[in-house]
């Protein structure tokens, strides 16, 4: 570790540690660790009773995998929109930025209607709801928390654009927009797990 | 301002370009495409089609983390925080299906 | 920014006033350890007076002073309160307080989300202590075992008000680990690396990584049970397909790392202690380190040993067994080196002390009983049985309460700035000391010869009569001694002797700042050498090597370019927000949405507060 002056410092970043790291940038990574084990648990109750209903529609009587794998390209596509809308606010162009955090947030609230959409065929239509069977619980259950997960990062992401828009938001906040960048990526990667483990494994 | 100063501290570990985020991208498509794709692979068998959609979940998870998270470029430190987590969530999502006999289920997998 | 109230100044109610909303505004480490402090203090009474009915009542054979229902609600909170709102808040209001001292910092690495996780705690704390006005305390057990936790077979609101509220105090405690793992990781004094960090932080670090992982665990449990008892899910439901034992496994995943939340801690303060009244360097101060991480990692393997009686079959039996006996290696090595330390030694016996050898003995015989639990054959005989009782009592009491206690009397001067009484002290720990091994030493004999755990009363002629009365006698020496330390708090409070900075010789950082420390901690940042960074200082390192040297003096300069953060009222706000979403749950779904919308509204607020304004406004 450098040694540093103990004299009168200079005025420091209070969100810079002694490591040069951000503060607010290593919260959000270990705040993701701990989802990890929230998804986890959640992942692990729906594939530990998986085939254990005993009754009612099963996953692969009413799954819409082509429609699932577009909300699947379309979370993939709004994590490239948000690394694009990163650079452009590090480039200081402010306006380009807002414009790919809009374009990841209206990719994410596709996504969250194409989830609603689902949801309420299932419901309506195929007959599974929550209390249905075992797969209609641990379903909805799992993927409506990752809908939720989703629909805050949309709030959020859509501030940040408004703000941006309204010039309180430029390359200065640049860790701030990277940290929402790095919980919307999660909850693509979360989906990705989701994707394949619940949708795509027989 | 100090943040700007911190952010390209924070970005000295090295930088991916947007060539790279769209190459990224377009790894991420092509992957999704083969993982419905085999779907549809006739007469395909189980534990090929199991172990072959999660590998390649496993590529785009890694692949996001990687270069859109940015983790490849960035500090040990953050690496750990996210990577020990999510190794103890595996097993913990191992362990349960263990535990509720859910491999029993799936042919071609001794426990 | 906070803005006080416009009252004429000067005025008795302008300062009571601003010293009221000081405390409620907090952003202090200093302070939200000692809010977290007084109220752990005050629930662990109020968990004290549950088990002393709950003692009373199995004094004798067909007893009748609480009912059967009584009793069920007795030892639910008893186990709840214990757990969530005293040992965990005591370890929560060190952590707070002494982290950034003994790492040199000036604050920590969030200081508003600290608040909010007090304010937090605190909203759960009493939502969950209001089932008692409401007469529906939770009466499921701590662990709120499926299915009787259903709302088939729990249709009254009392389980509700146990799972809400653990979910509130999850929040507190997730975000408090997120604030002191950053803390630790990116705030440590120029020069501390993380082998020079005091084996207190490197616990406390072990610690919140186990809350942060843990806790999701038993989230998911308990809003599985939610949506099970509200929107009519699976979950729990045997005639389903459900297994009950899904809760039992999430609980436990949650469950067994909570234990060592509960433990590591107490053995950090114990590393602190015995070094500085032996006037040694802690012995094998790596290995203690190492150890506690391996129990840390380890924890998360081993949470079946509490199922071995429920029919998992033998190779889940057998993996979790031998899981339990290895982590007795690493507790066993931290046992050697703590003697090891004493061993040789220039020992000074002070109440810090006592309290921490009490921690040695008391603990050693919870983990003896422990191993004995690791051998699934065993424990068939002593699960749910008094045996049990007496295991986790003597790591918990015995164990964590005594390790906290030591902490307390140890740190208690650099807080307030004068000594507690050591007379009174020692009476204290005497008389605990003795009340607890006649409380439960005798609830080993009881556990082997049938008692089962959690029965409100028993028949005379099963021979249990003789040991809990004894017990119960234990029981009142115990409350004994906990007025002995609130007549030596109360005593020396305001005109005990004064401490000075550095009232025990000691050896870490925090003993070379003024008792209590400025709002600021360090007027100079430290810059460190070793684990032993203040023993350094004033003594050189004893070979010839390392001279002592002190940092110079603080001038008015140094201190007028500190920088602190200001107070917030945000925290509060959003913590009521919280509280009046999820009780909204009991009440109305408009309550919820209300509460969630002002949740949302109040986050956003919070973390606009230091944002830049818009342009063109001023400030």
Known sequence: MADHAVAAHAVHDPNIGNTGLDHRKMGMWIFLGSDCMFFGSLIGTYLSYKGKSLSGPGPHDVFNIPLTSYSAALLLASSLFMVLALARLQEHRVKAAALWLFLTAAAGLHFVLNQVYEFTTFALHEGLRLSTNLFGSTFFVLTGFHGAHVTGGVLWLTILMVLALRGRLDHRDYTKVEIAGLYWHFVDIVWIAIFAVIYLIP | ?111 | MATQAAFMPGTEAAKRQSVLWSWLTTVDHKRIGILYGTSAFIFFLIGGIEAVIMRLQLARPDNTLVSAQTFNELFTMHGTTMIFLAVMPLSASFFNYMIPLMIGARDVAFPRLNALSYWIFLAGALFLNSSWLLGMAPDGGWFGYANLSSDQFSPAMNIDFWMLGLQILGFSSMLAGFNFIVTIINMRAPGMTLMRMPVFIWMSFVTQFLLVLAFPAITVGLILLMFDRFFGTLFYMPSAGGDPLLWQHLFWIFGHPEVYILILPAMGIVSEVLPTFARKPLFGAPFVIFSGITIGFLGFGVWSHHMFAVGMGPVADSAFSIATMLIAVPTGVKILNWIATLWGGSLRFKTPLYFSLGFIAMFTMGGLSGVMHASPPVDLQQTDSYFVVAHFHYVLFGGSIFGLFSGIYYWWPKINGRLLDERLGLWHFWLMLIGFNVTFFPQHFLGLIGMPRRIYTYAPDLGWNFWNMVSTIGALIIVLSFLIFIVNVIKTIRSGTVAGPDPWDGRTLEWSIPSPPPVYNFAIEPVVHDRDEFWLQKYGDGHGGKPATRPRAATAQDIAAIHMPAPSYWPILLALAVAFMISGLLVSMYQVIAGGLLTLIFMYKFAMEHHRPAPGHGH
């Open chain 2, 1 to 111: 301002m100090a943040e700007s100063h911190a952010a390209a501290v924070a970005h000295s570990g090295g930088h991916a370009s947007i060539r790279t985020y769209i190459n990224v991208a377009v790894a991420l498509t092509i992957l999704t495409t083969l993982e419905v794709a085999s779907l549809y692979i006739p007469g395909i068998p189980n534990w090929l089609l199991v172990t072959a959609l999660i590998v390649m979940a496993g590529l785009k998870f890694f692949l996001v983390v990687g270069f859109f998270m940015h983790l490849r470029y960035d500090s040990s430190v953050m690496r750990a925080l996210f990577v020990g987590p999510l190794f103890i969530a595996i097993l913990i999502i191992l362990a349960l299906m263990a535990l509720f006999s859910a491999f029993i289920l799936l042919p071609h997998h001794v426990l």
